[in-house]
T-cell receptor, first 114, second 110 residues
Framework: AQSVTQLGSHVSVSEGALVLLRCNYS??????LFWYVQYPNQGLQLLLK??????LVKGINGFEAEFKKSETSFHLTKPSAHMSDAAEYFC????????????FGSGTRLSIRP | DVKVTQSSRYLVKRTGEKVFLECVQD?????MFWYRQDPGLGLRLIYF???????EKGDIPEGYSVSREKKERFSLILESASTNQTSMYLC?????????FGPGTRLTVT
């Protein structure tokens, strides 16, 4: 069965520092991969997605993620954290075999220190 | 912009009550979903629907049912609410590869 693992339920970085949120997936065939962000008291918003085109995917708000098949990883990065980046981030996978079902990771809460 | 709305942001119900959570999307999407979100568990799929009157169980359907009488509306029903159903409930619809989420309903069952 497909699964998604997010390493670290809570990550804290200083404002201006690099943000790195880790995501690994289990799949014999590269699936579609997503990162979503959830701000307090809001629903989830799509940050970026990988659909077998370029391995480096750029998203909104300066975030990007790199698909690495050899490592089955899809880590999310941002060069310089901003206070407004504080939120919960979810990695998700949609297997090729599924027309619509998406499997979510357990989430990583990102805190930004002034 | 796609808009997914949920009928309530906060809801408090008593154990044993029948609870209806409503979700409406305005972009003619065929696929709609109900998730529950709990700390440390991420989002877990309860039910989804790929067409009017069609539904499929997700990973945790026990204690829930759904209704899809019109394409734009997908309802989640708790037949007899229990305290372990206290959670955040998120509705979503999908276009191609992108899911669009509603703001969520935080349900407390006392």
């Amino acid at each position: 069965a497909q699964s998604v693992t997010q390493l670290g339920s809570h990550v804290s970085v200083s404002e201006g520092a690099l943000v790195l949120l880790r995501c690994n997936y289990s799949s014999s065939v590269p699936p579609y991969l997503f990162w979503y962000v959830q701000y307090p008291n809001q629903g989830l918003q799509l940050l970026l997605k990988y659909t077998s085109a370029a391995t480096l995917v750029k998203g909104i708000n300066g975030f990007e993620a790199e698909f690495k098949k050899s490592e089955t990883s899809f880590h999310l990065t941002k060069p310089s954290a901003h206070m407004s980046d504080a939120a919960e981030y979810f990695c998700a996978v949609r297997p090729y075999s599924s027309a619509s079902k998406i499997i979510f990771g357990s989430g990583t809460r990102l805190s930004i220190r002034p | 912009d796609v808009k997914v709305t949920q009928s309530s942001r906060y809801l408090v119900k008593r154990t044993g009550e029948k609870v209806f959570l409503e979700c409406v999307q305005d972009m003619d999407h065929e696929n709609m979903f109900w998730y529950r979100q709990d700390p440390g568990l991420g989002l877990r799929l309860i039910y989804f629907s790929y067409d009017v009157k069609m539904k499929e169980k997700g990973d945790i359907p026990e204690g829930y049912s759904v209704s899809r009488e019109k394409k734009e509306r997908f309802s989640l029903i708790l037949e007899s609410a229990s305290t372990n159903q206290t959670s955040m409930y998120l509705c979503a619809s999908i276009r191609v590869d992108e899911q669009y989420f509603g703001p969520g309903t935080r349900l407390t069952v006392t």
